[in-house]
């Protein structure tokens, strides 16, 4: 059962445009709501996160915006950069149950 | 290095052979969780552990599967009788388990393993 889905495999955009990823979720019982990153031969590393209460969440360079009545996430990078080109994990989490989209590949032309 | 650690990183074995494979956590993470992540897929919840009480197990971790974290500190992850389709990366997680950092994962590199 795919309760987390990210429908985009890859995202290709231009160095310092903005780069959005998106997240859909099914199960009302998420509250809380986090972005991973992974490069290749690592694993995922935290990068964003939001609680339910709230509907966007900044930090630096990324901010994360919430949807709750669509179910539906967003991450926001810009100015976007060669080094954030990696695989981004959207997960969701209700309690101890935490559940991961696919992933989508974002890569950063210079 | 302080982050998760995760022995071996690679793993050929041959189908039918028992694995296990050992995680070192961050030292002051009381919560140590599994996942197996394959191509094209997000990681998938195995089982974890609140020091060394295993809490919750999914069901895809078949009676081949054990976890044990004996004294709250690393953890193995046993695979017996292994088949081809175990392969994956298997991944293993630690946060501090309290509040909200209990949902922040700290993720070692993973072990490959491949099944012939």
């Known amino acids: 059962d795919q309760q987390v889905k990210q429908n985009s495999p890859s995202l290709s955009v231009q160095e310092g445009r903005i780069s959005i990823l998106n997240c859909d979720y099914t199960?009302?019982?998420?509250?809380?709501f986090l972005w991973y990153k992974k490069y290749p031969a690592e694993g995922p590393t935290f990068l964003i996160s939001?609680?339910?209460?709230?509907d966007k969440n900044e930090d630096g360079r990324f901010t994360v915006f919430l949807n709750k009545s669509a179910k539906h996430l967003s991450l926001h990078i810009v100015p976007s950069q060669p080094g954030d080109s990696a695989v981004y994990f959207c997960?969701?989490?209700?309690?101890?149950?935490?559940?991961f989209g696919a992933g989508t590949r974002l890569t950063v032309k210079p | 290095d302080t982050g998760v650690s995760q022995d071996p990183r690679h793993k050929i074995t041959k189908r039918g052979q028992n694995v296990t494979f050992r995680c070192d956590p961050i030292?002051?993470?009381?919560?140590l969780y599994w996942y197996r992540q394959t191509l094209g897929q997000g990681p998938e919840f195995l089982t974890y552990?609140?020091?060394?009480?295993?809490?919750?197990k999914s069901r895809l971790l078949s009676d081949r599967f054990s976890a044990e974290r004996p004294k709250g500190s690393f953890s193995t992850l046993e695979i017996q009788r292994t088949e081809q389709g175990d392969s994956a990366m298997y991944l293993c997680?630690?946060?501090?388990?309290?509040?909200?950092?209990?949902?922040?994962?700290?993720f070692g590199s993973g072990t490959q393993l491949s099944v012939l």
């Open positions: 997680a630690s946060s501090l388990g309290r509040g909200r950092d209990t949902e922040k994962l700290f």
């Open positions: 199960n009302s019982m998420f509250d809380y």
């Open positions: 939001i609680s339910s209460i709230k």
């Open positions: 997960a969701a989490s209700g309690g101890n149950d935490m559940r």
């Open positions: 030292s002051e993470h009381n919560r």
């Open positions: 552990f609140q020091n060394e009480a295993q809490l919750e």
